[in-house]
């Protein structure tokens, strides 16, 4: 089965850079070629500073989640485990879900710690998330809607129109119902478990889990409720990583092309990046994400050959870093490998951290 899904996985990376590689054809790879050239380094090292900075935040956010349930790891652990799990986003079918396991587990593992408290912090920290998500979309989803409403509600584009404002208003419904359920310490997840056990399929192993479930939204309730200024915290790193994801195309066109793009074309680019990586059919979106943004470009007036070939190049901007977070995530995810097929540490080289225990100190 671990076979399989690596192959699966290899197959589509591999039809991803055919996809890729098509597509830059389609542009011109001459014009592609050159426009990388004129954007020079700087603008895909500040795109690679604003990946980090995303991670940074990130990890943040879980070490002030951390706090109340005496979690204690380093912090250049937590920054691992996200991008472990950035890793995982990239290469399932959404950019939102699919790297947690692989978080919980790198934690779990090199700090020590048990694996339902660490799923615990981590559904917190994906709740925050969710929740700055939301306030930046819908910002950004008002705005474009504003500015641009005579293109997005006119024949033949009027569904993305539509899209946004229906979007929009979902993801505010789903807000208040998170915050409601966490307010009240709701279980829907303890819930769901319960629902699959009645099914009778792996009843046991499911009655199992319940119990670590229901322990698991204890934790992330108690914490959301008693701890309102940690949870705070958690939700400020949330919205500078929305930030810095909201400011690569600013960062790119201004550096790299001299293109100053304004609150609205931001806010534009940012709904429709995100909406269509929300179910992603290849990693990162190749394909998609590339034909919806060279599209977007085309609606705000940049529809040259030359504008075209700069959207290819910040587009290689992205596929570039995501290629380095993907390859540290594998890197990482040996490590963990290595630790499983080894258990045995080291008597020399005393575990991480571990819960409860009381820092060294000198007398």
């Not at 954007?39 to 500073?49: E, I, N, R």
């Not at 339902?116 to 306030?135: D, N, P």
């Not at 229901?214 to 200024?229: L, P």
């Not at 290595?338 to 007398?363: F, N, W, Y």
Request: net charge positive; charged share 15%.
């Amino acid at each position: 089965m671990g076979f399989r899904r690596v192959l699966n996985v290899g197959v589509l990376l591999t039809a991803s850079v055919v996809i890729l590689a098509v597509i830059v054809y389609v542009v011109g790879f001459e014009r592609t070629l050159a426009a990388v050239g004129r954007a020079g380094w700087s603008a895909f090292a500040a795109v690679g500073l604003l990946t980090f900075l995303f991670t940074v935040a990130q990890a943040g956010a879980w070490a002030a989640l951390n706090k109340p349930i005496q979690h204690r790891a380093r912090f250049r652990t937590l920054v691992e485990a996200v991008v472990v799990g950035q890793a995982g986003n990239i290469v399932t079918p959404s950019t939102y879900l699919g790297g947690e396991p692989f978080k919980v587990m790198y934690l779990g593992k090199m700090a020590g710690l048990p694996y339902h408290e660490v799923a615990g912090a981590v559904l917190l920290s994906k709740y925050l998330e969710f929740l700055s998500f939301i306030l930046v979309f819908t910002f950004s989803a008002v705005v474009a809607i504003v500015e641009y409403r005579d293109i997005l509600f006119q024949p033949p584009i009027f569904i993305a129109g539509a899209t946004f404002v229906a979007l929009a208003a979902t993801l505010l419904g789903f807000c208040a119902v998170l915050w409601v359920s966490l307010s009240r310490r709701w279980r829907p997840l303890t819930r769901l478990v319960g629902w699959l056990a009645r099914t009778g399929l792996w009843r046991r192993r499911l009655l199992r889990l319940r119990t670590r479930v229901t322990e698991m939204e204890d934790q992330v309730s108690r914490v959301f409720c008693e701890e309102g200024k940690v949870s705070l915290v958690g939700f400020g790193f949330m919205l500078l990583s929305h930030a810095a994801c909201f400011a690569k195309p600013l960062v790119f066109f201004l550096l790299g092309a001299r293109l100053r793009l304004s609150l609205g074309e931001l806010c534009l680019i940012f709904a429709a990046g995100q909406l269509i990586l929300a179910i992603q059919i290849t990693p990162s979106g190749v394909g998609m994400l590339d034909g919806g943004l060279i599209g977007v470009f085309a609606l705000l007036g940049l529809n040259s050959a030359k504008d075209a070939a700069t959207c290819m190049a910040y587009l290689l901007c992205l596929r570039l870093w995501d290629a380095v977070v993907i390859g540290t995530g594998a890197l990482l995810g040996m490590r963990i490998g290595a630790r499983i097929l080894s258990p045995k540490a080291d008597p020399a080289e005393p575990a991480e951290s571990l819960k409860g225990q009381e820092p060294d100190s000198e007398a």
